[in-house]
């Protein structure tokens, strides 16, 4: 991790969706304060106190200051949070009715995020591709 990282971000690396948010947020870091890692990596996956299912459903962040993790929408708060100008906004987006709207939102994003773009879903931890488990039943 680089020296001035202040948050860890577990993503899917695989997804398109994923790497186009970060693409969009990786320029904004001007300090280099976040981390982005892949957990479909199981060296990077280990680093984490949650299973791939759990990692799989969101995205995770933790706060490398705080030791503080968060998911969803509330990793993406934290992602704002460190990024100069985006504080205020985050600061908006962390009160009610945001909160409940916006992890409402980001669960139906987050479920979708393969389907709405296109793409067959990348394998499961054990190696098994969405494609081929409907053959296997």
Request: proline share 7%; charged share 25%; with cysteine.
């Amino acid at each position: 991790m680089s020296q001035t990282a202040q948050l860890e971000v577990y993503t899917d690396g695989q997804c398109p969706l994923c790497q186009w948010m970060r693409s969009k947020v990786e320029p904004r870091d001007r300090f280099n304060r976040i981390e982005w890692l892949g957990y479909r990596d199981p060296e990077v996956q280990s680093r984490t106190p949650y299973t791939f299912a759990e990692l799989d459903a969101e995205m995770h962040a933790r706060n490398v200051t705080a030791g503080r993790w968060s998911a969803g929408y509330d990793a993406w708060l934290e992602v704002m949070r460190v990024l100069p100008g985006w504080r205020f906004i985050a600061s908006l987006l962390s009160i009610w009715p945001f909160t409940s709207l916006g992890r409402l939102f980001y669960r139906w994003l987050a479920t979708r995020r393969y389907k709405l773009f296109g793409v067959p879903p990348p394998c499961d931890a054990e190696g098994v591709c969405a494609l081929h488990k409907d053959r296997m039943r």
